[in-house]
């Protein structure tokens, strides 16, 4: 089973910070992902070095600077699925409407997004909408979570609470 951490919205400026937040989440439920995505709003890039040695796939968020390398938008294949991931924009209530139409030509299995801060884990048009929400600030959540993608014989999506 190939395991790929999944995290978005972690709004983290302050690099110490973002390290110290970042590094249990890598070594406790990331500890067996292989790859991590990070769904936007990053804010401090640098922050993704919690997850040293690891593949980590990210995009720009709105509330991102912009950086070289770092698209809206992009499709990773790995094990054989193709797995779009973008932030997203917008009111919460159509946004994976948005995130559909974003990818509409493109044949997807999975799509990884963020900006509502809300977990999301089900299928629409045959595709897995996978958002880990946030493991910082929950919002209009019921609570703070990330999630772990299972790619086997299908891919399948766990949310993760972080609790409030």
Known sequence: MFKIGVLSDTHISDLARGLSSLQPLAE?????????????DVVNPDVLLAFSGR?????????????RGVPNRKIVEVR???????????????????VLEAFRNERLDCLVFGHSHYPACHHREGILLFNPGSPTDRRRAPYRS?????LGERIEGRIISLGE
């Not at 593949?55 to 950086?67: E, F, Q």
């Not at 054989?80 to 948005?98: C, D, F, Q, S």
């Not at 990330?146 to 299972?150: A, R, W």
């Open 146 to 150: 990330v999630g772990i993608l299972e």
């Open 28 to 40: 406790g439920h990331f500890r067996d992902a292989e790859m991590i995505f990070h769904a936007g």
């Open 55 to 67: 593949t980590v796939h990210v995009v720009r968020g709105n509330m991102d600077p912009a950086v």
């Open 80 to 98: 054989g699925y193709r797995i779009g991931l973008i932030h997203g924009w917008g009111a919460p209530e159509t946004l994976e409407e948005r």
